[in-house]
């Protein structure tokens, strides 16, 4: 079973013989900002038989808070990992503290999307959980935009059942290997009611593993009005042509727009200016989904940002290094056999996005460094996340 499904890929597997009639429990409850919170996952299998969870490398022991039955064994194994064993027992239970990196996916002007992993049966190749049963306790203030069923690759589950009471949604999913629950929250403004959400269906997932606002006319027509900062690109293209001609007509008169026209235009300009010099490095959560290879919304921006400020310094050509932790790939290592050719992949969707901005592919080189040359400690989750960069070599 895989618990830790966000930024720090730390993670939970279940059990080490083939189980059949098992249920596995996981209910998550954040703190009211979502700065923390609490995983309380309870297991069902069968009798006499040992059971157990394996925690990936970079876990700390401290984080799990209460263990049932008493008769367990934490222990660390050569390969680095944290072991904890049940012996001779049907079911047991524990909580876990959870970090923000844990479940958070992403927070931007108010909207919240997290993350959760009910895990993965590890005991076998074909190895399958009964029930997978994964409640979240959405916390008071809060309304539930998006919510799906996701399996152990974080593809669309075929039937998750759905339950809702109040503020607490279930997914049932069964006879899966592993199964996950993406939500998208935002706070509400006082008086605002919580919208009515429908339930989830097996084809709507593949959308919310990207979950932009941009799919959404409804949604995106208030960030251009005033609030959100994206597409700051469109603005200066569109508000100006718009706003020119009035300056124009009403030039001799009294037009109170055409001041508030010329204070507004400067101010808009602003992020294009040449003498401003583009960002050496992005930390992967700035621009990535978790757990992906792909650029999220808020990542798309900034590279838009970034590629401005190369066009207007006048730079010949840029060399992409991406770079890892120490920890070998886990989820994605199906994909991507080691961290080498993990960087270089996410180095090279760095590149391919520049190159939809207008910089020529001739100018980009794309270099995949691993583990090396490491910014900080990786014996630490914080020094592991500023060693999962892009860095960039202007020439």
């Known amino acids: 079973m ?12 279940l059990g080490w013989s083939p189980v059949s009639a098992d249920v596995s429990e996981m209910i998550f409850y954040p703190q009211a900002d979502f700065s923390e919170g609490i995983f309380h996952f ?21 984080r799990i808070v209460y263990v049932r039955p008493a008769s367990h064994s934490i222990e660390k194994t050569k390969e680095g990992m944290i072991k904890l064993s049940f ?81 607490t949604y279930t997914l049932t999913a069964r006879d899966v290997k592993g199964a996950c629950v993406m939500m998208e929250l935002e706070k509400l403004k006082p008086g605002q009611v919580t919208a009515t959400v429908a339930m989830a269906d097996p084809v709507q ?7 932009s606002a941009a799919p959404k006319p409804v949604k995106e027509k208030p960030p251009v009005v005033a609030v959100v900062e994206p597409a700051v690109a469109p603005i200066v293209e569109e508000q100006p042509p718009k706003v020119v001609p009035v300056i ?11 001041p508030i ?32 290879v792909a650029l999220s919304e808020v990542g798309k921006e900034r590279l838009r940002e970034w590629a401005q400020l190369f066009k207007a310094g006048g730079y010949k050509s840029v060399t992409i290094n991406g770079y890892t932790d120490n920890i070998a790939p886990q989820r994605l290592k199906a994909l991507y056999a080691n961290n080498n050719i993990l960087s270089e992949a996410r180095a090279k969707m760095v590149a391919e996005y520049l190159m939809t901005q207008g910089i020529d592919a001739g100018a980009v080189t794309v270099k ?27 020439n």
């Open 42 to 62: 309870n297991y069902q299998g069968e009798k006499n038989k040992n059971y157990g969870f394996m925690f990936e490398k970079g876990f700390d022991s401290d």
């Open 87 to 167: 012996a001779n027992t049907d079911r047991y239970s524990y909580l876990e503290r959870a970090d923000k990196d844990d479940f958070l996916v992403s927070e931007e002007n108010g909207v919240i999307k997290i993350l959760l992993s009910g895990g993965d049966c590890k005991g076998s190749a074909d190895c399958v959980t009964a029930e997978n049963i994964l409640t979240v306790n959405v916390p008071k203030g809060y309304g539930v935009r998006k919510y799906q069923g996701l399996d152990q690759d974080l593809k669309p589950l075929k039937n998750p059942q759905w339950q809702r009471k109040g503020n």
């Open 261 to 292: 026209a010329a204070v507004e235009k400067p101010a808009v300009e602003k992020p294009g200016i040449a003498s401003s010099t583009p960002a050496p490095y992005f930390r992967n959560f700035q621009i990535f989904e978790s757990r992906v």
């Open 368 to 394: 995949g460094m691993g583990d090396a040359n490491p910014v900080a400690s990786n014996e630490n989750e914080e020094g592991r996340s500023k060693n999962r960069r892009v860095e960039f070599i202007l």
């Open 2 to 13: 895989q618990s830790k499904i966000a930024v720090g890929l730390v993670g939970l597997w």
């Open 248 to 258: 124009a007509a009403a030039e001799p008169k009294i037009e109170v727009s055409a």
């Open 205 to 211: 997932p593949a959308i919310v593993l990207k979950p």
